[in-house]
């Protein structure tokens, strides 16, 4: 476990908007295991999104560092973000098909992960003719494919409603637990990030800084609805809401 | 440290009983009702237009507004229809006219392409040529025919350019847009799981612009069949009759009921090419992506 996947050290954020400028991040540093599940916890606007992006490489830094030691990154977004002209077999085989994987091999790999997300009868289904957590399910098996190290995930399940959710969650903690990836995972719902995490991390707003952590020994499987995550959360929530206090101040 | 403690079956079990309330969610398919009533439900309208604007002209001609040799009744003019696609000459006629129109468009759509990707990924150029486009797209394509004949004496060639001319802007400026138009979100899933330069091009921007250029197509082929037919009514070559030069023949010859038979042919044309490939296209791409409603 000592191996470090996500090394971030006092990355900072500006955005300038014609003559304003926004802090987004403020020196923010994180230290990601091999193999652990963080939940990254803040109100809206705290740059968790932000920060995800960062990682994978789809903004710029504006000043720190992140290191992944060359793990690949695969990120999910809130929305499925499905290819609406391709088949959700299709949508799967797409990061294969950017690494050059031949088409046998592709389509095989897709059937095996639909399957592995419940999706075995809809591969030739189109996203408009799927149920929204459907839809996330085949984006998360499009993640997969990516044979990532790191999977990201920004809100995945916050569209969704709570029974969906929950069966959500059971399905992402076994595939965590199975394939041994390392998953950053951004939340403003203090239960999942209970229910999900090795370690609850906590962000204030504007600008996002680290301002609390929280371990999470609760044993797995857990449950959104166990007492032992609603006693956790709800330490958490104090937290949250004394830093809200404090921002707002 | 996380292995999962509740065996896999049992978890299983639960999850396809909680899976009901996401299942109400899953659209299904309702278009399997009989074709008889949904095909008359799309003809009676336009029947009923046919109807209407043939009424219209029969009480026109019964006005006397006109004389009948000028203006002659649809029967008169029908019945010169019939017999104008007996003659063997009128299908050379149009079909020298389709090729013509086949050629000219198949090189805007190459030309209106190859622009639209190249402009649409350059800010520089789009600032360039984004608006000098636009303005070539509300340029009247039969203003081109004098310098088009300058360029390329009373030829084929004359013809063509003015269809590339007319038609290439449509096709690049539906391109255009259909790109500008692509959710941001799209764009980012593809960067994420890899897509890059060519790759991108083909299997993201491409296909989700798609509706924007199939768009820019249909218009595309609108300008390019006007500036065919202008183009025939001004540049007649002598040994190949085509639609536009018939036209200008029954013009010479006040020949009324030909004139309007032709027009008549002209009219089908356009629309059958534009309800038969493009609109049907747009259908198809439109219900591929779940954008239309089951109507």
Redesign the interface.
């Known amino acids: 476990m000592g191996d470090v996947a996500i090394q971030i050290r006092s990355v900072s954020q500006t955005y300038h908007d014609g003559r304003s400028s926004l802090l987004a991040l403020d020196q923010v540093s994180l230290d990601v295991a091999q193999g652990e ?1 963080v939940c990254l916890l803040g109100a809206s606007g705290c740059g968790k999104s932000t920060l995800l992006n960062l990682i ?1 490489g ?1 903004y710029r830094i504006t000043a720190g560092t992140i290191d992944v030691g060359g793990r690949r990154v ?2 999910m ?1 809130q ?1 499925p ?6 088949t959700a077999q299709k949508n799967v085989e ?2 294969m ?3 050059g994987v031949p088409e046998a091999e592709r389509r095989d790999k897709a059937r095996e992960l639909l399957r592995l997300v ?1 999706l075995e009868g809809f591969a030739e289904r ?9 839809r996330q399910r085949v984006a998360i098996a ?1 993640a997969l494919a ?1 044979e990532a190290d790191v999977l990201l995930m920004d809100e995945p399940f916050a569209a ?2 709570a ?2 959710r ?2 959500l969650h ?2 992402i ?2 595939i ?2 199975r394939r041994a990836m390392t998953v950053l995972f951004v939340t403003h719902n203090v239960r999942e990030a209970v229910r999900l995490g090795d370690r609850v991390v906590l962000l204030s707003s504007r600008p996002g800084r680290v301002v609390a952590e929280f371990p999470i020994e609760i ?3 857990r449950a959104s609805e166990s007492i032992a995550v609603a006693e956790q959360a709800g330490r958490i929530t104090d937290a949250l809401r004394q830093e809200v206090r404090r921002h707002g101040r | 440290m996380a292995a999962s403690r509740t065996p896999i079956h049992e978890r299983e079990s639960l999850e396809r009983e909680i899976e009901g309330l996401d299942a109400l969610d899953v659209p299904f398919d309702e278009s399997d009702s009989p074709w008889l009533p949904r095909a008359w439900a799309v003809v009676w309208p336009k029947l009923a237009a046919v109807a209407i604007v043939l009424a219209s002209w029969q009480l026109l001609v019964w006005s006397e507004w006109r004389p009948s040799y000028v203006l002659p009744g649809p029967a008169r003019v029908f019945a010169e229809l019939a017999e104008l696609v007996s003659v063997l000459k009128f299908w050379d006629a149009v079909a020298t006219t389709l090729r013509r129109a086949a050629i000219g468009f198949a090189l805007a759509m190459v030309i209106g392409t190859l622009l639209g990707v190249v402009i649409s990924r350059s800010r520089i150029l789009r600032g360039a040529f984004g608006s000098f486009i636009t303005g070539l797209q509300s340029m009247p394509s039969i203003a081109w025919f004098p310098f088009a004949i300058l360029l390329f004496k009373l030829s084929e060639g004359a013809i063509l350019f003015v269809i590339v001319i007319g038609a290439a802007p449509s096709v690049a400026n539906g391109l255009i847009n259909g790109i500008d138009h692509i959710p941001p979100l799209l764009l980012r899933a593809g960067r994420v799981l890899g897509a890059r330069g060519l790759a991108s091009l083909r299997h993201v921007v491409l296909p989700a612009a798609l509706p924007g250029y199939v768009a820019g197509l249909k218009q595309g082929w609108a300008f390019s069949w006007r500036s065919l037919m202008a183009g025939e009514l001004l540049v007649i070559i002598e040994t190949r009759p085509s639609l536009g030069s018939q036209l200008q023949f029954a013009r010479e010859l006040s020949d009324a009921p030909s004139l309007m038979a032709l027009m008549i042919v002209v009219l089908l044309i356009g629309v059958l090419v534009d309800s038969l490939i493009f609109a049907a296209l747009e259908r198809s791409i439109r219900r591929r992506r779940g954008l239309v409603e089951n109507d």
């Open positions: 599940f994978v789809l695969a990120l977004f929305e973000a499905l290819f609406p002209w391709l797409m990061g098909r950017f690494r419940h189109r996203p408009h003719e799927l149920s929204g957590g459907m499009r990516q969704l409603d029974m969906t929950d069966v059971d399905e903690e076994t965590w637990s044993p797995r499987p």
